[in-house]
């Protein structure tokens, strides 16, 4: 199951079923008082039958002057009580006594048996919550897909174009001396593929196989290809220590160049792209622009440029996300941005 649909399933989840368990504490809460009020009243008519007899060894008995209390009502003092009239007396009511603890171990039994259908009725509203979170979720997951299909298959159609464009790009180079123009035609068949790549990425929704990640030179060589997109940049690199992590290769390969694309595209002219290892942190630096708002910008389709389409650090916060890496944003308008990659929640590689 995929991450979107798997939040997207606990969330339906957890409101259908605190919706209907809510309903049932409320019904269990009126049935206790029920039950409770038809203990009361059976008790009540036990009492009466004992008061003609006197024999109930469950209850104690004395006789009280008439008038002090009403007749044929449980009282609730020390003990529970209830008073009737005595044959052919004119001054005394009988009151009948039945222990406290005794009252209280039978409610503690009406209890102990609501508690328990309580429990068994709660395990079944999880199937039915359940099972009406996958019901109300299967037109969304099948249009989803649907979605999802549709994009992989523009794709792939993407593909025969461009390796038509790379493959007559390269004749012409061997067949003419390389200038500014098939360079920057290069620079933009580059661009196409990171974009193509950034959909993949887009799309993909698990990580694939973990492995041990020199995170320096991956940086490195992601940070000249970055750079020879945007030669009017300067890109600098510093390496305090060693740092290597079990991690997916491919899907940290779209965090850096999504990153970097974005110091280059969105900075200053003639300026610079700052990369620092620092024990587990990666930082990148820039002199750009800067954001307004770095709480919004991981948002989809936010953005605050005229330029791109809101996506790179959508994509960015979602695969950080599936690695468990932690991002930190500071950035200042006008003064440029720093973005901390932080991977101390990863376990060490081993070559």
Request: aromatic share 12%.
């Amino acid at each position: 199951m995929k991450n979107y649909e798997r939040e997207s399933l606990l969330k339906n989840f957890w409101v259908f079923f605190s919706l209907l368990e809510i309903l049932l504490v409320l019904l269990f809460l009126e049935l206790y008082h029920t039950e409770k009020r038809e203990y009361n009243q059976s008790l009540l008519k036990t009492m009466q039958l004992c008061s003609y007899t006197y024999e109930c060894t469950q209850f104690d008995f004395e006789f009280t002057p008439k008038g002090e209390k009403r007749l044929n009502e449980l009282y609730d003092d020390q003990n529970i009580s209830a008073y009737f009239p005595v044959p052919k007396s004119k001054k005394y009511n009988v009151r009948i006594i039945y222990p406290h603890h005794l009252y209280t171990h039978d409610l503690h039994a009406i209890r102990r048996s609501l508690w328990l259908k309580f429990i068994l009725a709660t395990i079944l509203l999880m199937g039915v919550a359940l099972f009406f979170t996958f019901y109300s979720l299967k037109p969304i997951r099948q249009a989803l897909r649907i979605n999802d299909e549709f994009i992989k298959d523009i794709l792939h159609d993407f593909n025969t174009p461009i390796s038509s464009i790379v493959l007559n790009l390269k004749m012409f180079q061997d067949q003419y001396e390389s200038n500014i123009f098939i360079q920057r035609i290069n620079h933009s068949i580059d661009t196409i593929l990171l974009l193509q790549n950034n959909l993949k990425s887009f799309l993909h929704h698990s990580p694939l196989h973990s492995e041990c990640v020199d995170i320096a030179l991956l940086t490195q060589k992601r940070m000249r290809f970055i750079q020879n997109l945007y030669p009017h940049i300067t890109f600098t690199f510093e390496q305090e220590n060693t740092l290597k992590k079990q991690t997916n290769s491919e899907l940290l390969t779209r965090i850096l160049d999504n990153l970097l694309t974005n110091a280059a595209k969105y900075n200053k002219p003639n300026g610079k792209v700052m990369l620092r290892i620092s024990k587990e942190t990666l930082y990148i630096e820039d002199t750009g622009k800067g954001m307004s708002n770095t709480k919004a910008v991981m948002q989809r389709y936010y953005k605050e440029q005229d330029r791109g389409l809101g996506l790179g650090l959508h994509i960015v916060q979602k695969l950080t996300s599936e690695l468990n890496i932690k991002v930190k944003i500071d950035s200042k308008v006008d003064v440029g941005t720093c973005i901390a990659l932080d991977f101390s929640d990863l376990s060490k590689g081993t070559s």
